[in-house]
């Protein structure tokens, strides 16, 4: 029986398992480290840090919650029950029972759910420029998007294609003003706005896309960055989320159930208003330490 099990690797998740081991309690965190800040190809607002990888940054929380003696497990959470005061965590191997659990999960890239998407997954279509970016030295890259992560992307792909179209579906861009300049500044990327990606098309490879403008594309791939639906599925009938699948929680991170805290981007309600790396963390901090109220 632990006293706590945190659900989630991501930085809020690894926040609380820092605290937790601080403050002394029996911890087990399950999930792959990493959340969305792995995609992140460079963090420059978190202190500290000038700039860095946000693969960097998550191993660096990673090797000191493991440091605290904090158990990591990579594996699958299917449910979690309550039995009595305490709690069952299903995963995919076994079952783990908790006193408390702090709801740290990460959230699933979405899709543009059109013609082609599918086929061309992996074959040009693409969700994580820091992952694929490289592959895309001397081509022609397209990115679909318009706030942080699909700006970021487009400059992360400039370092390495030889031009990248930036497809919006607004007349404006929506990153931070900072990220906006660089891009109007940077001489290989196009932003078309006002356009949605209509199909994805290809032989082996993507080599084109059609917009719903009446244009075509020529290009060698396409990452999609539309943002993300939290992974909560599961949790429905366990804690209260709203219309969109977020948790409800209040500014302790606490659920409606007693025991149950929630933190990081797939929370709503609480004090996190801009899901960044920094607040995702500040709010693991605060489940940890409403984990421990709870248990003393």
């Known amino acids: 029986m632990r006293d706590l099990i945190i659900v989630g690797g991501g ?3 690894l926040a609380a398992g820092i605290y937790a081991a601080r403050y002394k309690l029996h911890t087990l965190l399950i999930s792959k480290p990493g959340g969305a800040a792995l995609d992140a190809p460079w963090v420059e607002n978190y202190p500290g840090f000038d700039s860095i990888s946000g693969m960097e940054l998550i191993s660096k929380f990673e090797k000191q919650v493991k440091d605290l003696g904090v158990e990591v497990i990579g ?3 299917k449910s979690i029950t309550k039995k009595g005061d305490e709690f069952v965590i299903t995963t995919n191997k076994k079952d783990y029972e908790s006193k408390t659990v702090i709801l740290a999960l990460g959230r699933e890239k979405n899709k543009l759910d059109v013609p082609g998407e599918a086929d061309y997954a992996g074959k040009g279509v693409s969700y994580c420029a820091t992952c694929d970016a490289p592959l895309f030295s001397g081509k022609i890259a ?3 998007g318009g706030a942080n992560s699909a700006a970021k992307s487009a400059l992360l ?4 294609a030889k031009g990248v179209y930036i497809i919006y579906r607004r007349d404006k861009l929506r990153a931070e003003p900072i990220i906006t300049e660089k891009i109007e500044k940077n001489l290989k990327i196009e932003v078309i706005y006002k356009a949605n990606v209509k199909e994805i098309k290809g032989e082996k490879m993507v080599n084109k896309v059609v917009l719903d403008n009446g244009k075509e594309l020529e290009l060698d791939g396409l990452f999609v960055e539309i943002g993300s639906t939290p992974s909560t599925g599961f949790l429905k009938g366990l ?3 709203n ?3 977020y948790i409800k929680v209040d500014c302790e991170q606490k659920t409606n159930i007693k025991g149950v805290f929630a933190a990081g981007d797939v929370t ?12 995702s963390a500040a709010e693991g901090v605060l489940a940890a330490t409403a984990a421990y109220e709870y248990l003393r």
């Open 157 to 160: 792909l400039a370092e390495h």
């Open 142 to 144: 397209g990115v679909v």
């Open 11 to 13: 930085a809020a998740g």
């Open 239 to 241: 804690v209260d989320l």
């Open 268 to 279: 709503v309600g609480g004090c996190n208003r801009i899901r960044q790396i920094i607040t």
């Open 75 to 77: 594996e699958e959470v």
């Open 243 to 245: 219309e969109n699948g």
